[in-house]
């Protein structure tokens, strides 16, 4: 089985770093990826790791560690259009490539 | 990238009562799964839809509650059946093309309600 832990709520103030921190237990691990998901819509694609190491792209990075089952999520220069919640989820080899999502972190960015 | 289309995109349905989502991709994709998220919740995986065959179910799941149809590379349904208020939530549909190892794109949702 699979198991996804992440915080439940976090604030932040605009202009600011935030962590969102992820770990997970799985039998076949295959990609972690990030999601944005605002209220009322679609998770939207954020980032994809599959190695160790960090990933950047513009304001968000997300960095990975397989031997300690973690990643983390790091936005930068926090804007309020960043209020969401973010989704981190694991891709099992063994289950059609299947995505299984925490239970999400829901982020206030204030001024 | 791929655009899914889901429809209806919302709906307020009586109990006992069946409602079909469709969810119709512009491309051929190896996989298409459903979630479900409840209010306020993260989504939580109904099944895998497999082209021509039956769906692949996750634990808590049924056939019976959820069936599911895949005709072919592009489309997929998922019916609620019979249903109650506890069944009220948003209904996802989400495609990968695995020959290209991409990310899970979602369609927009079916936000349903039971009354």
């Known amino acids: 089985g699979q198991n996804i832990d992440q915080p439940t709520e976090m604030t932040a103030t605009e202009g600011a770093i935030v962590q969102i921190n992820c770990t997970y237990q799985t039998s076949g691990f295959n990609g972690l990826f990030w999601y944005q998901q605002h209220a009322g819509e679609a998770p939207t694609f954020l980032s994809y790791n599959v190695l160790d190491g960090l990933e950047e792209k513009g304001r968000f990075s997300s960095f990975l560690s397989r031997s300690k089952g973690y990643s983390y999520l790091l936005l930068k220069e926090l804007q309020m259009k960043d209020s969401a919640s973010y989704l981190c989820a694991v891709r099992d080899r063994g289950g059609y490539n299947k995505l299984i999502f925490g239970a999400g972190t829901r982020l206030a960015v204030h001024p | 990238s791929a655009v899914i289309s889901q429809k209806p995109s919302r709906d307020i349905c009586q109990r006992g009562t069946s409602l079909t989502i469709q969810c119709q991709v512009d491309?051929?994709?190896?996989?298409m799964f459903w979630y479900r998220q409840q209010p306020g919740q993260s989504l939580t995986l109904i099944a895998t839809a497999n082209q021509g065959s039956e769906a692949t179910y996750e634990s808590g799941f049924v056939i019976d509650k959820f069936p599911i149809s895949r005709p072919n590379l592009t489309f997929s349904t998922l019916t609620v059946s019979n249903m109650s208020p506890e069944d009220s939530s948003i209904y996802l549909c989400s495609v990968v093309d695995t020959r290209l190892n991409t990310e899970a794109f979602f369609g927009q949702g079916t936000r349903l309600t039971v009354v």
């Open positions: 491309s051929q994709v190896t996989m």
